[in-house]
């Protein structure tokens, strides 16, 4: 089956480093989505992509697709204490008009002040 | 933002006892989801609902798992014959127009 795969498992940076998670499908993507989790709480919605290739920006972070729609890169700049949390993407496969989304293994990212 | 509302928040059931978490989703979405999260692990995929029938499921939603809109607006995940492996936070979803998926805050069963 569809198998959505992200490294690092665990990042501990320095607040003020950069940091960066891969996801990588198995299979074509119709989009995908990212996802940040704090300790305790739910996956809240960051972003989507939909096209080949496409970069988006949010303030410090920095969402990427690739051109073959199988993988994508979320990039932190300046990492601040707030950012601690898992990240999670989440690669939407489409289907007869329905859209089944599967996560991936998630980053979870530690910040030192 | 729109809320998909989950109760009950932590249940705590014995071993081989049934339970049904509720999900009130948000109105006029059209796509419900039931996902599950053991602790420390991913968000797994149970099952997909559209149009008040399953459209997919995972191999982990067997028959022990099913899932129903009794009244056309709650959404519920029933759980028969418990075992401490389905100890985890089942989350509900829901997908309107730009496929954003809201989960809920989840449900954290505990089989003891």
């Known amino acids: 089956g569809q198998q959505v795969m992200q490294i690092p498992q665990y990042q501990h940076v320095q607040e003020g480093e950069d940091f960066t998670t891969y996801c990588n499908s198995s299979t074509t993507l119709s989009n995908i989505q990212w996802y940040k989790q704090r300790p305790g709480g739910h996956p809240v919605f960051l972003i989507q992509?939909?096209?080949?290739?496409e970069v988006k920006k949010q303030k410090r972070l920095t969402f990427q697709f690739g051109e073959a729609k199988k993988n994508s890169s979320l990039h932190i700049t300046a990492t601040q204490t707030t950012d601690v949390g898992t990240y999670f993407c989440?690669?939407?496969?489409?289907?007869?008009?329905?859209?089944?989304?599967?996560f991936g293994t998630g980053t979870r990212l530690k910040v030192l002040a | 933002e729109p809320e998909v509302t989950q109760t009950p928040s932590h249940q705590v059931t014995q071993m081989g006892q049934e339970v049904i978490l509720r999900c009130v989703p948000i109105s006029n979405h059209l796509y419900f989801y039931w996902y599950r999260q053991i602790l420390g692990q991913k968000v797994e995929f149970l099952v997909s609902f559209y149009n008040n029938e399953i459209s997919e499921k995972s191999e982990i939603f067997d028959d022990q798992f099913s899932v129903e809109r009794p009244d056309g607006s709650n959404f519920t995940l029933k759980i028969r014959s418990t075992k401490l492996e389905d100890s985890a936070m089942y989350f509900c979803a829901n997908i309107g127009s730009g496929n954003t998926i809201y989960f809920g805050e989840g449900s954290w069963l505990t089989v003891v």
């Open positions: 992509l939909v096209k080949s290739g």
């Open positions: 989440a690669g939407c496969r489409s289907t007869s008009g329905t859209y089944k989304y599967i």
